[in-house]
């Protein structure tokens, strides 16, 4: 009944914004490819990290120390999380994977699929009047990296 609110960490957050941009590749098996390679589509399982040198990114989101064994990882929030999100090449290519994804129709209905595929739930009419305004000013792609972004897709209550 009760749970401690927890933000997704590295591999969660990655497959999420694969799988709601309909890019993830559930491909089994096989060679694994670079965790920052924007061509890898694969579950984040199946990605590559090397321990002796470890990608920035795969840092900033608290990675187990490849040195010691490491039951629990630490869990923190901290700013370099937020300007991944707004910065990289990952984030930017699953926004705009989003925004293809969406048919055609009104704004509004545009946006009521969009809340449908990342939140599994249909916006209020102030979260319609806002992303129809948000629209109106700026591309899709603007928009889907926005809603990607919150925390309600970020973080586990």
Known sequence: WHANRRRLDLE????????????????????PASITSTENLRRTIYSFVERQNI????????FANTDTSTARRVQTTVPQQALYAMN??????????????????????????LYSLVFGRLPSEEELTLGVAFVDQMPWEQYTQVILMTNELMFID
């Open 55 to 62: 990608p920035n990114v795969v840092q900033t989101f608290d």
């Open 12 to 31: 969660q957050m990655r497959d999420t914004f694969l799988a709601v941009a309909g890019q993830l590749n559930t491909t089994m098996f096989g060679r």
């Open 88 to 113: 990289s090449d990952f984030v930017a290519n699953a926004a705009t994977a989003l925004a293809e994804r969406l048919g055609d129709g009104t704004d509004k209905d545009k946006i009521t699929e």
